[in-house]
């Protein structure tokens, strides 16, 4: 389980010396799969398969080179086959969890399965991020962060364990996240929902947008005195304006009905907004942009020629909102995906999640970021969060002495670059990028110039220089966010990944060791298969309601070809069972005694124990103890 792998090396892996052994195919299949060779490793695997049908090895191995070929199904057809043969197998159970996460309306089930393999193995890490990967899908961030603390306090250096914890510090929330995995609901189904009721807003904002204008026209034009002998005309029009806009409610109308036929997936659709601060946002929208235009509606002045209009407060606010909200939406979209999570925070684990060698110093570390490409990717877009907080909170602060009157509060300014100097601590690199750099560094710049130009003018009264450090600041700003633009329109033309949150990727990276679902099963000898088989001293070892117990087995009906035991013991061992799956076996015999420990699973008449680690011992001394 401990061996390494090196997942940079694509040589290709030979067949095994004998080809007649199957846990050899299974060695190159791991290989294969480590190399990133699926098609070859699903060829291994199923040799393994042919030289025995019984491993359970063989099809978890078929299980993971189909998932990675994108054969779904089929993956999970041969992980099924692997919990079958070995039910008690926690590297089954993961196998098969991994499998049905990528089968949409399976999360339930995928979750159960995960929830087993920590049952059967919680000393495991595996399980356990697994389990925070699968909340982590359902936007379950306090949950995740629960289970990959559990899978670090058993094994520090997994790197997708810290990758996916800085991401519940990020609070981040998958592509489609109006989508519940825990839905059995078909997602294109409910993408398609999404798509008609973000078009059915858009549209219906959009209408009455246009509609608006026209009816800002008729009452504002005859105060500008703009077309001379027209006024008689125009102010005729306050009648055809109320009507036009009561076509205009016609056309939404007919809208909505058109819209709402392609929903479909009504059902779902209360659970899609709660998800979906977006679509949330832009159906709210959808519904009180009509009400904001009916008011107006209903509050339309009438015309006045030769003087400026005067209008009503309703009338100007309903008329503000409906032309305006798209650009108030997009500003609140912004703000809330600025300022959401933890950005400093996460940079701390995704920096724990790239391996630095002894002695590696910190110019060196930029290059081992390319160890776990999801860490390097979340890193980048970390460090731009970070840099989009610093502008707007120098703007915000640079506008409080005009707002205020006060020069001396420009100062406050410069918590911006002390903030950006925390982010230093982290420890995480900083990816050789010079539209960031530009974009960290015009926050800073613009703090500064915006404190010494109100220093300046609170000590020494106005000064052209004064002058010159607010042009300054501002000029930093607008350097900024060319910077964010620059980098922003780049990615959208290459197609990678940009400065947005939609950018962020969890990490499935294990690490320089095999994956928990590749991982052998325990082997039996012959030696141990024939003293189980024959021994009438077997004595399961198991957890009771009262602590440990020792009970006497009544019979071992079998041992499997794939190395598991199916016993016949009394209800009380059930009872420990069902409280504790994890259970030992010793195995007497007159030249030794073997201690099997695995898990056991209630089947029928009989228990099923499944080996996770098989420990020998030669009488009299235990200082001969070898294990398997």
Do not use: K
């Amino acid at each position: 389980m401990g061996s390494d792998i090196d997942g940079c090396d694509t040589s290709p892996v030979p067949p095994p010396l004998d080809r007649a052994d199957p846990r050899a195919w299974c060695a190159v299949a791991v290989a294969r799969l480590s190399h990133d060779q699926p098609e070859a490793a699903l060829e291994a695997a199923r040799q393994a398969i042919g030289c025995d049908p019984q491993d359970e090895w063989g099809h978890r191995l078929a299980g993971a080179a189909l998932e990675r070929l994108g054969r779904d199904t089929e993956a999970v057809a041969a992980a099924r086959e692997a919990v079958r043969l070995a039910p008690g197998s926690w590297a089954a159970r993961l196998r098969l969890a991994s499998a049905l996460r990528r089968i949409p309306g399976r999360w339930r089930e995928a979750w159960a399965e995960a929830r087993r393999a920590v049952r059967f193995a919680p000393d495991e890490p595996d399980p356990h991020v697994l389990c925070g990967d699968l909340a982590l899908l359902r936007g379950d961030h306090d949950g995740a962060a629960r289970a990959y603390g559990a899978a670090l306090r058993r094994r520090r250096d997994h790197p997708a364990a810290w990758v996916n914890l800085g991401l519940t510090l990020l609070r981040w929330q998958r592509p489609r996240d109006h989508h519940d995995p825990a839905w059995e609901a078909d997602p294109r189904d409910t993408g398609r929902a999404r798509r008609a009721l973000e078009a059915w807003s858009r549209q219906v904002r959009v209408i009455l947008a246009v509609a608006t204008a026209g009816i800002c026209a008729v009452v504002v034009l005859p105060g500008l005195d703009l077309l001379p002998g027209t006024h008689r005309q125009l102010s005729g029009m306050h009648g055809e304006a109320r009507i036009g806009g009561a076509l205009a409610l016609a056309a939404v109308l007919v809208v909505c009905v058109r819209q709402a036929a392609r929903v479909g997936a009504w059902a779902y659709v209360p659970g899609m907004l709660r998800r979906d601060l977006r679509l949330g946002m832009s159906v709210a929208l959808g519904l009180l942009t009509p009400a904001a235009y009916v008011a107006g509606l209903a509050t339309l002045p009438e015309p006045r020629p030769g003087s400026l209009q005067e209008v009503g407060e309703v009338w100007a606010g309903a008329t503000g909102f409906v032309l305006l909200n798209p650009a108030a939406a997009l500003a609140v979209r912004l703000l809330a995906e600025t300022w959401r999570g933890r950005p400093v925070a996460a940079l701390r684990r995704f920096a724990a999640a790239l391996p630095v060698p002894p002695g590696q110093g910190a110019a060196d570390r930029d290059r081992t970021a390319a160890a776990d490409r999801a860490a390097a990717r979340d890193i980048a877009v970390a460090y731009w969060i970070v840099a989009a907080r610093a502008w707007q909170a120098a703007a915000a602060l640079m506008l409080v002495p005009f707002a205020t009157g006060a020069p001396l509060a420009a100062v406050a300014c410069l918590a911006v670059p002390a903030g950006l100097l925390r982010v230093r601590t982290t420890g995480a690199p900083r990816p050789h990028d010079r539209w960031l750099a530009a974009a960290l560094a015009a926050p800073a710049v613009a703090a500064l110039c915006a404190a010494g130009a109100g220093a300046a003018r609170a000590l020494a009264g106005p000064d052209p220089a004064v002058v010159g450090l607010w042009r300054c600041a501002w000029g930093a700003l607008a350097l900024g966010a060319a910077a964010f633009a620059v980098r922003a329109t780049r990615a959208w033309w290459r197609g990678g990944p940009g400065p947005w949150r939609a950018s962020l990727v969890p990490s499935e990276s294990c690490g320089t060791w095999i994956p928990g679902d590749l991982t052998p099963s325990a082997g039996l000898s012959e030696e141990v298969r024939h003293a189980a088989a024959y021994s009438r001293n077997v004595v399961l070892a198991c957890t009771g309601a009262d602590g440990p117990r020792a009970l006497a087995v009544s019979a071992v009906t079998s041992v499997t070809p794939a190395g598991e035991f199916r016993l016949i013991a009394g209800d009380e061992a059930w009872d420990a069972v069902r409280r504790d799956p994890r259970v030992v076996l010793f195995v007497g015999d007159p030249r030794f005694w073997a201690e099997v420990r695995g898990v056991a699973v209630p089947d029928g008449d009989v228990l099923r124990v499944t080996p996770r680690r098989v420990l020998m011992r030669e009488y009299p001394g235990r200082h001969q103890a070898r294990t398997r």
